[in-house]
Structure formats: structure tokens, C-alpha cells
């Protein structure tokens, strides 16, 4: 079936509505790879408002999705911190337990061992999910996945369907972090926008949630 091309964008004064859709882990360790921050520092809403500004889009929506560590875990006590901030920001919030299963690690001395390794289950299909929901609702004319997921690439052939379907512009887009690794590479079939650091570090958090040493 020959693809049909992109409808025309809305001309100004119009602003396009948008959605951002945070993949909170890939996102984390996209920040790490491309600034060393060893744990998630960054604020969805504050990210997502830079972005849209940048673009000159309204920022309607922020809807964050992550797997979080069983209630034991001592890792526990800064998701539940890191949510009551969120949500007092109007975040809306998707997690689901990591499920926990034994891998074998390989050891500097040459020996193995077994350690217990969370895992994330269904993220990326929850996010899909409300991407196409949202868009069959006309809900937003711009979705921002703040992710790198590939899987993901199929979800922004849906939105064409659907664009064309309703006979209307859409825009996916895909922001994720970037330092000078030109090789770093956005979700495929998505518009990307690279994340320099200073804009990065400008939608950081103060807050550090993690438990205190003592």
C-alpha cells in the first residue's frame, strides 16, 4: 500500500496542542549514557514545558510510565517521594512492580554468581496503548515520546493512519538526550529533537529523593 504524504501543518495563530509521554527508565538511562548522571534527576513536567516552549506548542498533558521496585526495596522510598512531587505537579503517573527473576553475572576474577535482577514488563505497550487511544480521541495534534524504544517505531505508522484517517495534521516526535555521539538515534519514523545538556540541566529537579546516609 503506497503511503499517503503528510497533511499540511496548521498555519499561525494556531498553537498545537501536545502530549508528553516519558518512558521514565529509558529516559534516565539515555541521561546517563549521554551525561553520567548516576540516578534520575530530572523533572517530567519541567522537561516537557522546555521542549514545548522551544517548539511553540501547548503543553496539555504529561503522563509518566515506569516499573518501580517492590515495596521492600529500600530504592522504594524515592519513587514514592518521587511521585507525591509529581502528582502535586499534575503528572499523571503509570508504574507497574519490576518482576524479579536470578541472572548469572560473570565476575572480574572469573567466577560466576547469581544476582536478583528487576525487570520492566510492558512499559513500552502502555505507552503505545495511549498514544493511539489519545490520537483516535483527538486529544493532541503533537506526541512527544521522551524515549529511545524502538519498539515504538510502529506506534508513529499508526499515528499516519490515523492522521489520515481523520483527515488532520499530527506530529510524533521523539526528544532524547544527546552529547556530541552524532550515532545517537531518536525512535525511527518519529521527528527527533536532541537534548543538550544545558537544556538538560536547566529541567532538573532540586530535590534529591533518595534516602539519607547515615
Request: aromatic share 12%; net charge positive; charged share 25%.
Amino acid at each position: 500500500m503506497n503511503q499517503q504524504p503528510p497533511l499540511p501543518r496548521p498555519q499561525p495563530p494556531y498553537f498545537p496542542i501536545a502530549i508528553a509521554f516519558f518512558d521514565g527508565q529509558n529516559l534516565f538511562y539515555s541521561a546517563k549514557r549521554a551525561f553520567g548522571y548516576t540516578y534520575l534527576n530530572y523533572d517530567p513536567k519541567r522537561l516537557a514545558q522546555q521542549i514545548c516552549g522551544n517548539q511553540v506548542w501547548q503543553l496539555a498533558k504529561v503522563q509518566f510510565y515506569t516499573g518501580t521496585p517492590e515495596a521492600s526495596d529500600h530504592r522504594s522510598h524515592f519513587w514514592r517521594a518521587k511521585f507525591n512531587h509529581m502528582k502535586r505537579d499534575g503528572v499523571i503517573i503509570f508504574s507497574r512492580e519490576l518482576r524479579y527473576q536470578d541472572k548469572e553475572v560473570m565476575l572480574s576474577n572469573g567466577q560466576t554468581q547469581l544476582v536478583r535482577v528487576g525487570k520492566e514488563k510492558g512499559i513500552d505497550v502502555l505507552i503505545a496503548i495511549d498514544i493511539i487511544r489519545l490520537a483516535h480521541q483527538r486529544a493532541y495534534d503533537v506526541a512527544i515520546i521522551f524515549s529511545q524504544d524502538q519498539d515504538l517505531s510502529e506506534v508513529a505508522k499508526e499515528i499516519r493512519v490515523i492522521a489520515q484517517e481523520q483527515n488532520r495534521w499530527i506530529k510524533i516526535a521523539c526528544a532524547f538526550p544527546c552529547a556530541s555521539n552524532p550515532g545517537n538515534r531518536g525512535i525511527d519514523q518519529t521527528d527527533w529533537i536532541r537534548i543538550d545538556k544545558p537544556t538538560y540541566d536547566l529541567c532538573i529537579d532540586p530535590r534529591d529523593y533518595r534516602p539519607r546516609r547515615t
